[in-house]
């Protein structure tokens, strides 16, 4: 319960940068969680816009945590004690990596003031080789990282048991 007055009260302060009024859904969780079997495990798992935990929890246990919202930082390392939780910005972080890694990404682009910055941080990464396959979910329709340079992108699904509806999204 904890976790959903987080979020809302997060959304009320900050509704661009949480993206919707509820946290995502197990439905959607499960989508992005079989959108990522095949990757290969010895390569670092990261998560941006971790938020509460809703994508989090069907992540394996290996993955890297990234949330930039300081009081879900709190929840999540509460909620998933074993796991590597950094407090910081994926932006920043995009443009630091020097290994190639796996995304999952929850940040919202729709309406979010530095979507244009975390599209140009993910396709300068993306240029490096440095992305080896990237996971994430838009409420719109179209291709939400279409031009960041990856080869391949596809839509997986929608997950319409999810408030509100989103499409599964998987680039490489």
Same mark, same amino acid.
């Given at each position: 319960?904890?976790?959903?007055?987080?979020?809302?009260?997060?959304?009320?302060?900050?509704?661009?940068?949480?993206? &919707?009024?509820?946290? &995502?859904?197990?439905?959607?969780?499960?989508?992005?969680? &079989?959108?990522?079997?095949?990757?290969?495990?010895?390569?670092?798992?990261?998560?941006?816009? #971790?938020?509460?935990? #809703? =994508?989090?929890?069907?992540? *394996?246990?290996?993955?890297?945590?990234?949330?930039?919202?300081?009081?879900? +930082?709190?929840?999540? !390392?509460?909620?998933?004690?074993?796991?590597?939780? $950094?407090?910081?910005?994926?932006?920043? %972080?995009?443009?630091? =990596?020097?290994? *190639? /890694?796996?995304?999952?990404?929850?940040?919202?682009? $729709?309406?979010? *003031?530095? #979507?244009?910055?975390?599209?140009?941080?993910?396709?300068? #990464?993306?240029?490096?080789?440095?992305?080896?396959?990237? /996971?994430?979910? &838009?409420?719109?329709? !179209?291709?939400?990282?279409?031009?960041?340079?990856?080869?391949?992108? /596809?839509? %997986?699904?929608? /997950?319409?048991?999810?408030? *509100?509806?989103?499409? +599964?999204?998987?680039?490489?």
């Amino acid at each position: 319960m904890l976790g959903i007055y987080k979020f809302l009260s997060s959304y009320i302060n900050n509704p661009e940068a949480v993206g &919707s009024l509820v946290p &995502s859904s197990s439905f959607l969780g499960k989508e992005i969680a &079989s959108g990522i079997k095949n990757f290969n495990p010895e390569t670092v798992l990261l998560e941006f816009g #971790a938020g509460t935990g #809703a =994508i989090t929890k069907y992540l *394996p246990e290996n993955t890297v945590s990234v949330e930039v919202n300081k009081d879900f +930082v709190l929840l999540l !390392n509460k909620k998933f004690p074993d796991r590597k939780i $950094i407090d910081g910005n994926a932006i920043q %972080l995009l443009l630091e =990596i020097k290994e *190639p /890694v796996n995304i999952i990404s929850s940040i919202p682009l $729709i309406n979010n *003031p530095f #979507a244009r910055e975390f599209r140009e941080a993910i396709n300068k #990464a993306n240029s490096k080789n440095l992305i080896k396959n990237l /996971v994430t979910f &838009s409420y719109g329709y !179209n291709s939400p990282l279409s031009n960041c340079g990856f080869e391949r992108g /596809v839509r %997986l699904k929608t /997950v319409f048991f999810n408030i *509100p509806p989103a499409s +599964v999204w998987k680039y490489w």
